[in-house]
């Protein structure tokens, strides 16, 4: 299966790290370190774009690589885990797979 190759929308996945942060209760991660973490897991350390173009990991894979990054980051330092699962919301979701497949 053919996947495309278009780069994902990092400045909208830095606004859906803002999102992610609001519907978790905590503050946003700093606009430059949300987009280091993007950039990290897509494209560095991680490289789940070049796995994803390969057909080697799926969207699914791409997304939920990169919303648990973003989770540790909001969350390191917490004196209180938050509760809830916010990453399973559908509208949450969507934000991301437009962000990164869509753009």
Same mark, same amino acid.
């Given at each position: 299966?053919? &996947? /495309? /190759? +278009?780069?994902?929308? &990092?400045?909208a996945? &830095? *606004?859906?790290?803002?999102?992610?942060? +609001? /519907?978790?209760?905590? $503050?946003?991660?700093?606009d430059?370190?949300?987009?280091?973490?993007?950039?990290?897991?897509? @494209?560095?350390?991680?490289?789940?774009?070049?796995? @994803?173009?390969?057909g080697?990991?799926?969207? %699914? %894979?791409?997304?939920?690589?990169?919303?648990?990054?973003?989770?540790? %980051?909001?969350? $390191?330092?917490?004196? *209180?885990?938050?509760?809830? %699962?916010?990453?399973? *919301?559908?509208?949450?979701?969507?934000? @991301?797979?437009?962000?990164?497949?869509? /753009?």
């Amino acid at each position: 299966m053919a &996947v /495309s /190759s +278009q780069r994902p929308n &990092v400045e909208a996945l &830095v *606004r859906c790290a803002r999102l992610f942060a +609001q /519907s978790l209760s905590v $503050s946003p991660l700093p606009d430059a370190r949300a987009r280091a973490v993007v950039d990290d897991v897509l @494209f560095g350390r991680k490289d789940a774009w070049a796995g @994803f173009t390969m057909g080697i990991i799926t969207r %699914e %894979e791409v997304t939920n690589l990169l919303l648990a990054h973003l989770h540790t %980051e909001l969350v $390191s330092g917490l004196a *209180r885990y938050p509760e809830g %699962e916010p990453w399973k *919301r559908p509208e949450l979701r969507d934000a @991301f797979e437009k962000a990164l497949f869509d /753009s």
